[in-house]
Structures are given as C-alpha cells and as structure tokens.
C-alpha cells in the first residue's frame, strides 16, 4: 500500500513512533525532525499531523547565555503555539536555561509551563535561582497529579537562606523519578506506604538528615538509584531493616556534624552494584558500618568510591574482602597504607593476597596516599598488569588492571621507572 493511502489514524500513530522522549531529544522549533518535518512533507501529512494533538505535547527549549534575544522570543512563541495545539494531553517538557539574560523572556516561558502544571507529566527544567520559587508553586501545592518525572536543577544564588518548602510525595501517585539540585525542600508522606519511585537524586543543599534519608527510602521499595545529601545530625530512632531490593546505585554526601552511619545499619541493598560515600568536612572515625552493610548484604559491587571517608586500614581491608566483583575502586584521603596496597598485590602464581582480594580489579584511582612507599605501590600495579597478547584466558581474569590514577606528585617517578614505561607501551592507562 502507498503511504499516501494510509488511513489518517495509522498515519497518526506512526508519527507519535517517530517522537525521540530521550533526556535533550524532545522536539524543539529549531530542530528538524518530528513534529515540524510532516508539515513539510505535503498538505496532507501537514493536516495529519496539525489533528494530532499528542504529537504537540512533546517539547524543548534550548538556550545558553549567546542564543540572541529574537530567538530566544521565537522558542517562547513556538511554546504557545506547541501547548495549543496538544489540547489537553500530558506535557512532557525541558527547558534548559540557567542564564540570567533575557529575564523577562525566560519569565514569561516559565509562566506559561506552570500555568499548565496539571497537565505535566515528564518535565526537566535547568533554570537559573530566580524562577525557583515559580517551578515548585505547582508542586507544594499538588496541582501536578499526572507527573511522572520531575528534573529541576537551579544555577547556584550566592545565598544560604532560602526559604524550605516541604512536598508531599502522596500527591503524585505516578511519580517515579525525581531530580532536584540546589532546592530547598523536604519531603513529607501523608497517603500510600509505598511509592513508585525508582530514581531519587537530592543534591547541593545540606539541610537533610539521616532521619529524611531513612524516611524516604522507606517508602521507595523499587528504589533503582539514590543520591542523597545529610548536613544535618537527626537521628530517626529507627532500628527495622529497610530493604532495597532494586537498588543499584547509591551516592551520599556526608557533611559535618551530620552521621550517616545509622542509614548503612539499616539497609538491605542486595543488588547494588555502585556506591559512592563522600564524608568530607566529617570527624575523623572509621566508617566500619559500609563493611556491616556489604557483609549483611552481599551485593555484586563493581565500583566503590571512598572520598575522605574516615575507616581504619583494617576495616577498608574488610570492606574489599567483600566486593569480589569489584572493577573499579576510587579512594581519596582514605586510611591507606603499605598492608592495604600489599593486600591487593598478586603473587607470581596468580593468586590474590588475602582470600582472593577484587581479583576483577580493571581502574584504581587514589587521592592522597600519606602512608604508601613507591616500591610498593609499583610492585602492587605490576602484579595486575598483563599484556594481553601474551596472557592466558585464566591470566587475564586475575590481571584485569588497565587505568591507575593517581592524584599524588610523590609517585610522579613511576612515570619514569624502565618497567613502567613498557607496561604503558603496552597499553597500561597510568596517569598521576
């Protein structure tokens, strides 16, 4: 059958298909593709395609501080046209402007997405700190029942006194990501224990608590990836497990005087495979709780990232005796000594010190090593490296290693060492 004999409804529905819903795909007035390429195919695909209100709900505004003003003015009116069009359908929407130009140009576009918040259900909105309070009006006040995902990162305001907001996560029975960088708010739950949601990134401000930690994510069972901030010491007095199943991926930040160690004493994550604990400006204790959870846990970790996590040698020793999978290990002002560098070195034979330790080790990177001699560490990356067009299948799985990084001018001689040097040759990714 010739395409031009197509039934309008089938037409339709093939060009919803060609409708690109990825992160920074949406159609935009400046883009060539769907919506705008079927009006200029022929009068009957530009009729087709005008009679499909869903085909409209989909939009991007891209800006930057050099879009000129005139441009700038077009997206807002291709907006207005956009929203009239798709009637009465679910908006999915991103607008990418952090600038502070064209302010009331910007400030109009924003009027005119909120003003149709109970019809959002994907919206991405990377603005800059002046519209912030405009974009989470709609949310405090649950005019968002459809929304389905939420992305707000705002441009940094120079200040600290922002106002908190507290959302109510029960209004948004659909919701299943949530994004927001530089907001001040916190959650509350007034209806169903369960939510939906499987991505939970929280980032910048440091007003959250373990307690905020350990209340979210026990309403998140399908909880896939966490990103989460504590600043403040809130203990939740809560001693049941919580258990996260799905969780793959887990990143917190810890700021003095906060303590994150009650949320490692209470999750079961036997998925994850990514963890990421940043602790900076925290007392110097050791962090033994990530051994007592990967101990309880047993997931099939492949990175693990310590940044100025305060843990004694032997307890770090603990944690990697647990990760056998593990591929990539990042530590920054960790207790690192030459037992710890000596523990991850493989003999002649091929075999691992220390009951096998991360034999699937492919990229190191270190911060600051106070306490590791350069001989050692040199003999801790040779025993891992091997030129795979010598090795054996059985070599190459115990000596996997092909990236060290590391962030200490005290090791720059490694660059220069013979031995070194032809591992490089080979194709040893070493940098530092």
């Given at each position: 059958?010739?395409?031009?004999?197509?039934?309008?409804?089938?037409?339709?529905?093939i060009?919803l298909?060609?409708i690109?819903?990825s992160?920074?795909?949406l159609?935009?007035r400046?883009?060539y593709g769907?919506?705008?390429?079927f009006?200029r195919?022929?009068?009957?695909?530009?009729?087709?395609?005008?009679?499909?209100?869903?085909?409209?709900?989909y939009f991007?505004?891209?800006?930057?501080?050099?879009?000129?003003?005139?441009?700038?003015?077009k997206?807002?009116?291709?907006?207005q046209a956009?929203l009239?069009?798709?009637t009465?359908?679910?908006?999915?929407?991103?607008?990418?402007y952090?600038?502070?130009?064209?302010?009331?140009?910007?400030?109009?576009?924003?009027?005119m997405?909120?003003?149709q918040?109970l019809?959002w259900?994907?919206?991405?909105?990377?603005?800059?700190?002046?519209?912030?309070?405009?974009?989470?009006r709609?949310?405090r006040?649950?005019?968002t029942?459809?929304?389905e995902?939420?992305?707000?990162?705002?441009g940094?305001?120079?200040?600290?006194?922002?106002?908190?907001?507290?959302?109510?996560?029960?209004?948004?029975?659909?919701?299943?990501m949530?994004?927001?960088?530089?907001m001040?708010?916190?959650?509350?739950?007034?209806?169903?224990y369960s939510?939906s949601?499987?991505?939970?990134?929280?980032?910048?401000?440091?007003?959250?608590?373990?307690k905020?930690?350990?209340?979210?994510?026990?309403?998140?069972?399908?909880l896939?990836?966490l990103?989460?901030?504590?600043?403040?010491?809130?203990?939740?007095?809560?001693?049941?497990?919580?258990?996260?199943?799905h969780?793959v991926?887990?990143q917190?930040?810890v700021?003095?005087?906060?303590?994150?160690?009650?949320?490692?004493?209470?999750?079961?994550?036997?998925?994850?495979?990514?963890l990421?604990?940043?602790?900076?400006?925290c007392?110097?204790?050791?962090?033994r709780?990530?051994?007592s959870?990967?101990?309880?846990c047993?997931p099939?970790?492949?990175s693990?990232?310590?940044?100025?996590?305060?843990?004694l040698?032997?307890?770090?020793l603990?944690?990697?005796?647990?990760?056998?999978?593990l591929?990539?290990?990042w530590?920054?002002?960790v207790?690192?000594?030459?037992?710890?560098?000596?523990?991850?070195?493989?003999?002649?034979k091929?075999d691992?010190?220390?009951?096998?330790?991360?034999?699937?080790?492919?990229?190191?990177?270190?911060?600051?090593l106070h306490?590791?001699?350069l001989?050692?560490?040199?003999?801790?990356?040779?025993?891992r490296w091997?030129?795979?067009?010598?090795?054996?299948?059985?070599?190459?799985a115990t000596?996997a290693?092909r990236?060290?990084?590391?962030?200490?001018?005290?090791?720059?001689?490694?660059?220069?060492d013979p031995?070194?040097?032809?591992?490089?040759r080979?194709?040893?990714?070493l940098?530092?």
């Amino acid at each position: 059958m010739h395409v031009h004999r197509l039934a309008p409804e089938l037409l339709s529905e093939i060009f919803l298909h060609c409708i690109d819903q990825s992160p920074g795909k949406l159609p935009q007035r400046r883009g060539y593709g769907a919506p705008l390429l079927f009006g200029r195919v022929c009068v009957g695909w530009r009729h087709v395609s005008l009679s499909t209100p869903e085909l409209w709900s989909y939009f991007r505004v891209d800006g930057d501080s050099h879009v000129n003003l005139q441009d700038f003015e077009k997206d807002g009116s291709a907006m207005q046209a956009w929203l009239e069009r798709s009637t009465t359908f679910p908006l999915s929407i991103e607008i990418r402007y952090s600038s502070a130009k064209y302010k009331n140009t910007i400030e109009s576009v924003i009027a005119m997405v909120v003003a149709q918040s109970l019809r959002w259900r994907k919206m991405s909105l990377i603005i800059n700190h002046n519209y912030r309070d405009m974009v989470i009006r709609p949310l405090r006040e649950g005019q968002t029942s459809l929304l389905e995902s939420i992305v707000i990162r705002c441009g940094p305001s120079g200040s600290s006194t922002t106002e908190l907001t507290t959302i109510d996560l029960s209004q948004f029975p659909r919701l299943t990501m949530v994004e927001l960088m530089r907001m001040s708010v916190r959650f509350s739950f007034s209806g169903q224990y369960s939510y939906s949601i499987r991505t939970f990134i929280f980032g910048i401000f440091t007003h959250m608590s373990v307690k905020d930690l350990i209340l979210c994510t026990s309403h998140f069972p399908l909880l896939e990836k966490l990103s989460f901030p504590i600043g403040r010491p809130e203990s939740s007095g809560r001693h049941a497990i919580t258990e996260l199943p799905h969780l793959v991926d887990c990143q917190l930040y810890v700021f003095d005087p906060a303590d994150a160690a009650e949320f490692f004493d209470c999750v079961y994550a036997p998925a994850l495979k990514h963890l990421e604990v940043s602790t900076r400006q925290c007392p110097r204790r050791s962090y033994r709780h990530i051994f007592s959870m990967l101990e309880r846990c047993r997931p099939p970790l492949e990175s693990l990232a310590l940044d100025e996590t305060p843990m004694l040698a032997t307890d770090f020793l603990l944690c990697l005796r647990e990760v056998k999978d593990l591929t990539t290990l990042w530590t920054n002002d960790v207790s690192c000594s030459d037992i710890t560098i000596q523990a991850l070195t493989i003999d002649d034979k091929g075999d691992v010190l220390n009951s096998n330790l991360c034999p699937r080790l492919r990229n190191m990177i270190f911060g600051m090593l106070h306490d590791v001699s350069l001989d050692m560490m040199r003999d801790m990356i040779l025993s891992r490296w091997i030129n795979v067009t010598e090795s054996s299948e059985s070599n190459r799985a115990t000596r996997a290693l092909r990236t060290v990084r590391i962030f200490d001018l005290r090791f720059l001689p490694l660059l220069q060492d013979p031995t070194m040097e032809e591992c490089v040759r080979d194709g040893l990714d070493l940098r530092i």
